[in-house]
């Protein structure tokens, strides 16, 4: 294009050096309209339009936004995968609950981009305030995008407050608040929708994502003692999943990442936690008042994955607990094991496992590390005595041992050196009733250093 030609087009320009830089990698790039100093290709379209308002108003030292803003090929910012075959998301809303953190939001909302079956128009990110960077990455990827207002207890009042005690009541009040609201206008906003999937903004989603759900959806309607989907299992390591298409059934709400239905929701928000409640609200769904014996399903290998710290998880436990979590990361479909979730069918299921596994040698301790023989694909069943034995377990075993994490009716099933391990605590879990006479429970033995698995 000639000079006259771009006059023409641009209106009035002044060529300085960075535009004259920016106009060349233009014709490199075979058009675009130069908006600014900070990049340069740009079609006129309404997806680059928004480009354009967010390249020049955020800060590109984020690695994350330079690949948005750079000159040359800049990644989309639209849906780009594809469809999901027999979609039964279609009136499926989901919320990204979130604050002042617009380089995680970013991650978050471009990794649901880049899951089959995502659609914006299904998508509301709820913050905690009015802040700039995280509405403009929100509109970027032309999102919804709603403010709840928690006046009585912003973060510039908790912070003057002295008592460390009581600013982390405040902070636990402002985020349950947060919380409710964001629901609450989730349901109201999509008044046809039956079930919601809730998300935050620290989570990265799998590219299966919305396929999972997909596939598990129907169990919320077909089991009573069914009360959610979840897509994180706390049990979920590198060396302790393997397996994409099986599912769990738990006594708990895992959360990060979690799809629930709107007659849950109704059940539970009249008697929301509120400044007298002890418990945070996810604590508090897991109450059993709230649970009534119900379980939620959670996969074998995670679907979402927990990349930085936030006011519950500090910088260590990151590093310690979260790093290392599974993740599918494969692009590929899987078919889910959906058909034994049911919670009669589950149960079958779970005695016929037990009577078929091979028990491990209970003279041994529970970190020892011949406890688990070198064999593949073989299942072992480990019967322990309740207490800190149990701990001990998940420390030895390289799974969640900071606090007690319920796994099924007392049993956790989880893998390791590619065998299925069945981890049953007794007198506690029903299936100690299958455990052999002469079989003696392995015990917690007061040692001052144990060894892990390896």
Not at 259 to 284: C, F, N, V
Not at 312 to 336: C, D, G, P, V
Request: hydrophobic letters at 35%.
């Amino acid at each position: 294009m000639c000079c006259s030609k771009v006059k023409a087009f641009y209106g009035t320009m002044i060529f300085t050096s960075v535009s004259v830089l920016c106009f060349l990698v233009w014709l490199r790039s075979e058009g675009g309209v130069f908006l600014s100093h900070n990049w340069c290709y740009l079609q006129t379209s309404e997806e680059n339009r928004r480009r354009e308002q967010f390249c020049i108003n955020v800060d590109l030292k984020f690695e994350a936004y330079e690949e948005v803003c750079r000159c040359h090929n800049p990644v989309s910012i639209s849906a780009i995968a594809q469809p999901l075959a027999d979609s039964q998301l279609e009136m499926t809303p989901l919320a990204i609950i979130g604050t002042n953190r617009a380089n995680s939001l970013f991650r978050t909302l471009r990794a649901l981009f880049s899951a089959d079956g995502a659609n914006s128009s299904l998508i509301t990110v709820f913050l905690d305030g009015v802040f700039n960077e995280p509405t403009l990455v929100a509109q970027l990827f032309n999102v919804k995008i709603q403010y709840n207002s928690i006046d009585l207890i912003t973060p510039d009042k908790i912070s003057k407050v002295a008592s460390r005690d009581k600013r982390a009541q405040l902070l636990k009040e402002r985020i349950d608040t947060h919380y409710k609201l964001s629901l609450s206008k989730l349901f109201a906003s999509f008044p046809d929708a039956d079930q919601a999937i809730i998300l935050e903004d620290d989570l990265q989603v799998s590219p299966d994502f919305f396929s999972y759900f997909n596939q598990t959806i129907e169990l919320l309607y077909e089991d009573a003692s069914i009360y959610c989907i979840s897509a994180w299992n706390d049990f979920s390591y590198q060396g302790s999943s393997q397996d994409p298409s099986l599912l769990y059934r738990v006594d708990t709400m895992p959360g990060l990442g979690w799809m629930l239905t709107r007659s849950l929701y109704e059940e539970l928000a009249p008697k929301w936690p509120d400044s007298s409640e002890p418990l945070t609200w996810d604590g508090w769904i897991r109450e059993p008042q709230q649970r009534k014996g119900r379980e939620c399903i959670i996969p074998d290998v995670c679907r979402t994955y927990h990349f930085t710290s936030g006011v519950h998880i500090n910088e260590y436990q990151q590093k310690r607990y979260f790093i290392t979590h599974s993740f599918n990361a494969h692009t590929r479909y899987y078919q889910l094991q959906t058909d034994n979730l049911t919670k009669d069918a589950y149960e079958e299921m779970m005695v016929d496992l037990i009577r078929q596994a091979s028990p491990v040698d209970h003279s041994l301790s529970i970190c020892d590390r011949s406890l688990i023989p070198n064999t593949v694909k073989h299942t072992y069943v480990i019967y322990i005595k309740g207490g800190n034995t149990l701990m001990d377990a998940m420390r030895c075993f390289k799974l969640w041992d900071v606090d007690f994490r319920p796994g099924h009716k007392d049993s956790w099933r989880f893998w390791h050196k590619s065998n299925h391990i069945i981890l049953i605590r007794c007198p506690e879990s029903i299936y100690c009733s299958y455990k052999p006479v002469d079989l003696q429970l392995i015990q917690h033995k007061d040692v001052r250093r144990r060894p892990r698995h390896s």
